[in-house]
Nanobody
Framework: QVQLVESGGGLVQPGGSLRLSCAAS????????MGWYRQAPGKEREVVAG???????NYADSVKGRFTISRDNAKNTVYLQMNSLKPEDTAVYYC???????????????WGQGTQVTVSS
């Protein structure tokens, strides 16, 4: 019952930047962790970055120093700033969020539909 909508994907040249956004909507009481995952054709979905409600972050080794995850709790939105993009960053990027619904404090764990990021010359 919680919907996540990603935006900000597109085509960029190597070394370029993109900023992804993911807004959660629904009967949300509280969002705990939010994160970004990505999946390339023929590969498993992998975690890119995550952030807890307290602001603790973690990143995949492949993106450390280049990507930054942040969140705006008032807007139920998570962002992923991607700098120094490489062709190997090309994938569909998915947003994830878990937390509690306003409906009697039930737990939710939702995924967005994904946004395409293509890094190519």
């Amino acid at each position: 019952q919680v919907q996540l909508v990603e935006s900000g994907g597109g085509l960029v040249q190597p070394g370029g930047s993109l900023r992804l956004s993911c807004a959660a909507s629904g009967r949300i009481f509280r969002i705990n962790a939010m994160g970004w995952y990505r999946q390339a054709p023929g590969k498993e979905r992998e975690v890119v970055a995550g952030i807890t409600s307290g602001g603790s972050t973690n990143y995949a080794d492949s993106v450390k120093g280049r990507f930054t995850i942040s969140r705006d709790n008032a807007k139920n939105t998570v962002y992923l700033q991607m700098n120094s993009l490489k062709p190997e960053d090309t994938a569909v990027y998915y947003c994830n969020a878990d937390g509690f619904l306003s409906d009697f404090y039930r737990r939710f764990d939702s995924w967005g539909q994904g946004t395409q990021v293509t890094v190519s010359s």
